[in-house]
């Protein structure tokens, strides 16, 4: 398996990815991960919209707990033409309790608990913690990558307004 080191940090300390970095243009790896009621889904059962993929290390830490709040009021905004779709390593029961708990109905979440098939696939897995790093990724309505932000430091947010010029470009709006 690809290792890959210093690439993100978390206080300042570097750490390691497992796996291929999916880049732009890339067709988006298409494994499966559970949603909250442990039913397996593929990546591709989002295709024919326009999908933000956000990993986090876990909806129980702040910083986390605040991206997936953005992105579910993002969400209100942007009609069914796109799906947002958050996934950790966190047990689907916790998420599902996260999402009650934090009224979080529009972003989707998914576990990549049990075998982290989705972390190896897309190059964030996190070796020493077995947690996901922080990047998301835009994936157009055929499948293709169109976008990737990896965020460096692990306890920072990500850019949302790059993030969501890009969403714009890609669902076709000015």
């Not at 157009?140 to 976008?147: E, H, N, S, W």
Request: net charge negative; proline share 5%; aromatic share 6%.
């Amino acid at each position: 398996m690809l290792e890959r080191q210093g690439v993100i940090t978390i206080h300042g300390n570097p750490l390691t990815l497992m796996g291929h970095a999916v880049k732009v243009g890339e067709e988006a790896p298409d494994v499966e991960v559970l949603d909250n009621d442990l039913h397996p889904v593929k990546i591709s059962s989002w295709r024919g919209k326009v999908t933000v993929i956000s990993t986090v290390p876990s909806l129980d830490t702040p910083v986390c707990d605040i991206e997936t709040r953005h992105f579910n009021d993002e969400a209100a905004h942007l009609g069914n033409d796109v799906a947002i779709v958050t996934i950790s390593m966190d047990l689907p029961f916790a998420q599902k309790r996260w999402c009650g708990a934090a009224g979080v109905s529009r972003v989707k979440t998914f576990s990549d608990h049990r075998d982290a098939a989705f972390g190896n696939a897309y190059g964030v897995l996190i070796k020493e913690l077995r947690l996901l790093a922080r990047c998301i990724w835009l994936v157009d309505r055929q499948g293709k990558v169109q976008y990737v932000q990896l965020v460096k430091e692990v306890t920072e947010e990500p850019d949302y307004e790059a993030v969501l010029q890009a969403l714009s470009r890609v669902v076709g709006k000015p």
